[in-house]
């Protein structure tokens, strides 16, 4: 994951006076979903990789309609999409099966390998596949587009975050550790406290009065102590038995990208970026969000163009 991300801004970001952040995290996550549970490299797979988001996104759109199976509906344009995702799913998993056999791969390498190695059935492999492909997707590409937006909103969090960040002196190429992540706390509760936001389908907790003061207001303070925290008061992820399981790959994912977009970028919203957005089926920016982008030099700003 560490990798992936590395390799997405360096190609998608760096020396880019202005990017579209939804876009370009749709797009990060894809690659990290290809990575982690398809094994599909970054070289000599981008054919593949882009084929099969095209795929997925014609999908995604049938999720959140009405389920009419009817000509010209959503619904029915998703279903061929869906049929080709599974064919798909199941020729990675024949392709991997092969590996197996023939020792080239281990239980490690990815999550379809990892089944096939604990021995689920085809058809249940790909339905966890088509299901974790739709949780790690749009979900933190959001989580991670509306972070940056409430960042650039709100200097002293962006300034803690950042501090949190440089606080690391990763040498170059060296990747985040497990302990680094542990000792990103703020930067977690920021994007706590942006799924709180955000998530509007759950506003009848996650906005009450009694739970959260001035629930319209970005705090991350709130989420600084998960203990004060009452449960079932934050559902972003579910809770109880039916928690998202999810929940740790999304932190990851999270957590390595603001990484490495604070520590090597300064940004501000582009002039005349509409700050407008859907809600539905989750929010999405009207412009995808334009940010104007200055780079920085082992976690410090080549100039003051971009002063916190």
């Keep these: 994951m560490d990798a992936e991300v590395r390799r997405h801004l360096d190609a998608e970001w760096r020396g880019r006076g202005t990017v579209a952040v939804m876009p370009s995290m749709k797009s990060l996550t894809f690659d990290v979903m290809c990575t982690l549970i398809f094994g599909l490299g970054s070289d000599g797979d981008t ?23 009817l000509p010209f509906t959503a619904f029915r344009n998703c279903l061929p999409a869906s049929r080709r995702g599974r064919r798909a799913v199941a020729g990675v998993i024949e392709e991997r099966r092969a590996k197996l056999a023939r020792g080239e791969s281990s239980p490690t390498d990815d999550v379809v390998t990892h089944m096939l190695v604990e021995g689920l059935p085809v058809d249940e492999i790909i339905d966890n596949v088509m299901f974790l492909m739709i949780a790690a997707h749009d979900t933190t590409a959001s989580l991670l587009t509306f972070l940056i937006r409430h960042l650039d909103a709100n200097r002293d969090a962006y300034a803690k975050v950042l501090k949190e960040e440089i606080a690391r002196c990763k040498e170059p190429g060296e990747a985040l550790s497990w302990d680094d992540l542990g000792r990103m ?124």
Excluded at 197 to 202: D, F, K, N, R, S
Aim: aromatic letters at 14%; proline letters at 7%; charged letters at 15%.
């Design 47 to 69: 054919a593949v990789r882009r084929e099969r988001s095209t795929e997925f996104q014609k999908m995604m759109r049938g999720l959140s309609v009405i389920p009419l199976d």
């Design 185 to 308: 706390r703020y930067t977690w509760a920021a994007a706590l406290e942006t799924l709180r936001l955000v998530i509007q389908a759950l506003n009848l907790t996650q906005w009450d009065l009694a739970v959260f003061p001035e629930p319209g207001r970005f705090d991350p303070a709130r989420f600084e102590n998960p203990s004060a925290v009452l449960p079932f008061s934050f559902v972003a992820f579910g809770g109880g038995a039916r928690v998202c399981p999810g929940n740790n790959f999304a932190t990851v994912e999270t957590l390595v990208a603001m990484h490495y977009i604070v520590t090597r970028f300064r940004w501000k919203l582009a002039a005349g970026c509409d700050a407008s957005f859907s809600g539905f089926p989750l929010p999405y920016p009207s412009q995808g969000l334009l940010i104007d982008l200055q780079t920085c030099s082992r976690g410090f700003l080549v100039s003051s163009y971009y002063p916190l």
